[in-house]
Every structure is written in C-alpha cells, then in structure tokens.
Nanobody
Framework: QVQLVESGGGLVQPGGSLRLSCAGS????????MGWYRQAPGKQRELVAR??????NYADSVKGRFTISRDGAKNTVYLQMNNLKPEDTAVYYC?????????WGQGTQVTVSS
C-alpha cells in the first residue's frame, strides 16, 4: 500500500519561510513524478510545483519564491517556500504518480498571517 506522509506545515508571518517534506512508502519503484498541490478555503485544488525526470514546473504565483526538490532514492519530495504571502495560506497536498496510478497525502496546513 503506497502512502505519502507530509510534514513541515505551520503558522508563519508574511515574508517568512517553511519547508514541506513528503515521504513516500510502500512502493519498490521510484515514482514517475512527485509534486505539491494546495487548496485554499472555497477554492479548487491547484498545482503548486511538480518534478518529473529532473524537470520542474511551477505555478506562476510561486515562481521565484518556492523550490521543489526530490530525493529519488527515498521517494521523498520537498518544497522550500520563501517570502510567504497571506495568499499562500492553504492545505498543501503531496502527489505522486506511478504508471497510471495517482497517490495523495492527507495534507498539511500552511497559514501565513501576522
């Protein structure tokens, strides 16, 4: 059974930083892709960043502030978030793809507020 477990969320002031981690387990294979999505109250879930075969893509709203990285050997993905803004407040979900299967973590809350 594949599981994704996120950690690193919390409360931070505007301009601050957080680092999210997502550890995948239960697969003997390396995930084809890993990424982060977020969902703010009353809004649809949206892609934040994704990494696949060493290539990355980011939502325009986070470019230059967030960095996604991955430890492929451990099926672990990270999201370094700098210069956080109140509009970054959301539940952040880890996502992993393996062949035709899609897996999700349970989410971690990020709140940016003074």
């Amino acid at each position: 059974q594949v599981q994704l477990v996120e950690s690193g969320g919390g409360l931070v002031q505007p301009g601050g930083s957080l680092r999210l981690s997502c550890a995948g387990s239960g697969s003997v294979f390396s995930f084809n892709s890993m990424g982060w999505y977020r969902q703010a109250p009353g809004k649809q879930r949206e892609l934040v960043a994704r990494i696949r075969s060493g290539s990355t893509n980011y939502a325009d709203s986070v470019k230059g502030r967030f960095t996604i990285s991955r430890d492929g050997a451990k099926n672990t993905v990270y999201l370094q978030m700098n210069n956080l803004k109140p509009e970054d407040t959301a539940v952040y979900y880890c996502n992993a793809g393996l062949t035709v299967y899609d897996y999700w973590g349970q989410g971690t809350q990020v709140t940016v507020s003074s």
